[in-house]
């Protein structure tokens, strides 16, 4: 991607006197204007049309021994920081460490001779004035929960039917569907969403199968020497990743970069999502079982498995250590990915 260099010349302006930034958030996309002097709604409109409409945060960003500060009045959705963090490194090719910070009044750089917006003008998104906060956003744990009740709510009478007709993996069926609903009790919407993708797959599978024609496919005479050498490959993976992570955290504790601090304190498993521990106990299950028992076990392995890749995938705290400001090479999302790839292409063959 070609650096802008205007807005790196600004950024770089802004570490040695604040500056004014508009902050384009449409969906996934970020588009950020920085400036000494005001910004002009038509300016910030045309960063909208670019990006196809979005809410615009306004404030001053600055240096803060070596932490570079967005201030505005308006309230930062979670993990914000390390999304403008990774803006800035592909846009403008700059690394640094960003805070966004809320402030209870509005933070225009005060500037004698700031343009001033046409008569009318106004940058206000859907309703919400400039400087306002815009309504809040549904929090990210009850996102979950509404997405796992309506799945649950397509795909419970769609497993049903399958039971009605005898048709398809029922095995499996049951097992992803009673993990779902088991973690989707404790509120671990993550794992009960994992369950739910592996659900849906079974339930596609199903559509193609005969009424009475259970079992699904049949466990692949190699599979478990595939298990086996996959469990080596990801043995060795995280082996690779804890030492990098290692190196991570004596780089970062003297910077108390926020968006690190839990790697800093709990390492490889600050960042695998609760996933790490039960693939480990899912290696044990499915090599001690055998016939139904063994495919319950690799019903659960499947969703660990496509659940951490989704996690993986996702996470922004993986993406901010992938792509630390500290100069450590990283590579959780590539080493950790390759080796759930292994696992997942086992688990097909079951």
């Known amino acids: 991607m070609a650096v802008d260099e205007e807005l790196k010349k600004k950024l770089k302006a802004a570490k040695t006197k604040p500056h004014n930034f508009a902050l384009v958030m449409a969906g996934m996309q970020l588009g950020l204007l920085v400036s000494r002097t005001k910004i002009p709604g038509p300016a910030i409109k045309l960063k909208q049309k670019e990006m196809g409409g979005g809410r615009v945060m306004r404030g001053r960003c600055f240096d803060e021994g070596g932490l570079f500060v967005f201030e505005t009045p308006m309230r930062a959705a979670t993990g914000l920081s390390a999304k403008l963090m990774k803006l800035i490194k592909t846009s403008a090719g700059l690394s640094l460490r960003v805070e966004v910070r809320q402030l209870e009044e509005g933070s225009e750089v005060p500037e004698e001779g700031d343009e001033q917006e046409p008569t009318g003008g106004d940058d206000s998104t859907d309703g919400v004035a400039p400087g306002e906060a815009p309504p809040e956003e549904e929090p990210e744990e009850n996102k979950g929960e509404t997405e796992y009740v309506q799945r649950r709510k397509e795909l419970e009478p769609l497993m049903l039917q399958l039971f009605k007709e005898n048709r398809g993996d029922l095995v499996k069926l049951k097992t992803a569907f009673d993990y779902a609903l088991q973690k989707g009790k404790l509120r671990d919407f993550t794992h009960a969403l994992a369950g739910l993708d592996l659900l849906e797959k079974l339930v596609k599978q199903a559509a193609s199968a005969k009424p009475g024609e259970t079992g699904g496919q049949k466990e692949a005479d190699d599979f478990p020497q595939l298990w086996k050498a996959a469990e080596a490959t990801w043995k060795d993976a995280v082996e690779t990743v804890d030492g990098q992570i ?54 659960k392995a499947h969703i660990i498995v496509s659940g951490f890749k989704k996690h993986l995938a996702g996470s922004e705290l993986v993406l901010v250590c992938d792509e630390n400001p500290l100069g450590v090479t990283l590579s959780i999302r590539k080493t950790l990915g390759a080796a759930l790839d292994q696992l997942e292409a086992a688990l097909e063959k079951a």
């Not at 108390?256 to 693939?279: C, D, Q």
């Open 246 to 299: 290692a190196t991570l955290q004596n780089a970062m504790r003297a910077t108390g970069m926020e968006e690190l601090k839990e790697v800093a304190e709990f390492g490889l498993n600050g960042v695998t999502g609760n996933f790490r521990v039960p693939l480990t106990a899912a290696f044990r299950n499915v090599a001690s079982t055998k016939g139904d028992a063994r495919k319950k076990e690799i019903a």
